[in-house]
């Protein structure tokens, strides 16, 4: 009785394991190609406003929150298909990005003791952070592993992609490098807003309509900083 016992559990072993590799690699299928990181179709939901801080590794604690600059989140795991090959990608792309600009968040869900050996092996200099409680995950969704999603300065959705990023791309750079740059209508509306002669309002009784102007000039700079975004975590 115990051979045959023990021969049924060896038996659902293998296939608990053989089912649990095969949920690994779901995403990262033989014949899936890298593609270079796209943007996604217009009127793409923006996610709600969040204001995340996870756990960094080996140490620390990063602050994550749209607005100010643009935001990279990269949701990867050790275990899948060429992880290894995906993050050293990202990594060399992400020290050539000019200073001040994309800001680039490598985000697992492993525990921390795996991930932190395979992180000091690399030696990476991008910054890895784990979401175990799920708190980056349930405003910026995570489908499948790998995913990523790349937000502009005002938190909008730039791009939102499943699967293997082609890091090295010359579109994918370029896409990185215009984030931050206005659309063109956008643009446009702003030149024709700042060129566009105003009538002037008579001003209170006793006050110029000019010094009427200047003051409420002032008090639109004024409301407009008090509105700014709140400065980002120095972890980034």
Same mark, same amino acid.
């Not at 200099?125 to 995950?137: G, I, K, N, S």
């Not at 509306?189 to 002669?197: F, G, N, Q, Y």
């Not at 105003?198 to 001003?203: L, Q, T, V």
């Given at each position: 009785?115990?051979?045959?016992? $023990?021969?049924?559990?060896? &038996?659902?072993?293998?296939?608990?394991?053989?089912?649990?590799?095969?949920?690994?690699?779901? #995403?990262?299928?033989?014949?899936?190609?890298?593609?270079?990181?796209?943007?996604?179709?217009?009127?793409?939901?923006?996610?709600?406003?969040?204001? &995340?801080?996870?756990?960094?590794?080996? #140490?620390?604690?990063?602050?994550?929150?749209?607005?100010?600059?643009?935001?990279?989140?990269?949701?990867?795991?050790?275990?899948?298909?060429?992880?290894?090959?995906?993050?050293?990608?990202?990594?060399?792309?992400?020290?050539?990005?000019?200073?001040?600009?994309?800001?680039?968040?490598?985000?697992?869900?492993?525990?921390?003791?795996?991930?932190?050996?395979?992180?000091?092996?690399?030696?990476?200099?991008?910054?890895?952070?784990?979401?175990?409680?799920?708190?980056?995950?349930? %405003?910026?969704?995570?489908?499948?592993?790998?995913?990523?999603?790349?937000?502009?300065?005002?938190?909008? #959705?730039?791009?939102?992609?499943?699967?293997?990023?082609?890091?090295?791309?010359?579109?994918?750079?370029?896409?990185?490098?215009?984030?931050?740059?206005?659309?063109?209508?956008? =643009?446009?509306?702003?030149?024709?807003?700042?060129?566009?002669?105003?009538?002037?309002?008579?001003?209170?009784?006793?006050?110029?309509?000019?010094?009427?102007? =200047? %003051?409420?000039?002032?008090?639109?700079?004024?409301?407009? $900083?008090?509105?700014?975004?709140?400065?980002?975590? =120095?972890?980034?």
């Amino acid at each position: 009785m115990r051979p045959r016992l $023990a021969a049924l559990l060896l &038996v659902l072993g293998a296939i608990g394991l053989f089912w649990w590799r095969a949920e690994l690699f779901t #995403v990262a299928k033989p014949g899936d190609q890298q593609r270079a990181l796209a943007r996604s179709a217009p009127g793409a939901k923006p996610p709600a406003a969040f204001d &995340v801080s996870l756990p960094l590794v080996p #140490v620390g604690v990063a602050r994550l929150t749209p607005g100010g600059r643009p935001l990279l989140v990269h949701y990867w795991a050790p275990w899948e298909r060429h992880g290894r090959v995906q993050v050293l990608a990202l990594d060399s792309l992400a020290r050539t990005l000019p200073a001040g600009g994309v800001r680039v968040a490598v985000v697992c869900f492993d525990p921390f003791p795996s991930v932190a050996r395979y992180v000091a092996r690399l030696r990476l200099h991008v910054p890895v952070m784990l979401d175990l409680r799920r708190d980056l995950q349930a %405003v910026l969704p995570c489908p499948s592993v790998p995913y990523t999603w790349l937000l502009d300065p005002r938190g909008r #959705v730039v791009a939102s992609q499943p699967g293997e990023v082609e890091w090295l791309s010359p579109a994918t750079r370029a896409l990185l490098l215009g984030v931050g740059e206005a659309p063109a209508d956008s =643009a446009a509306a702003l030149s024709t807003e700042t060129t566009r002669p105003r009538r002037s309002a008579p001003g209170p009784r006793g006050v110029p309509g000019a010094q009427a102007r =200047a %003051v409420s000039a002032a008090g639109r700079v004024n409301q407009r $900083a008090s509105s700014a975004c709140p400065p980002n975590s =120095a972890a980034l």
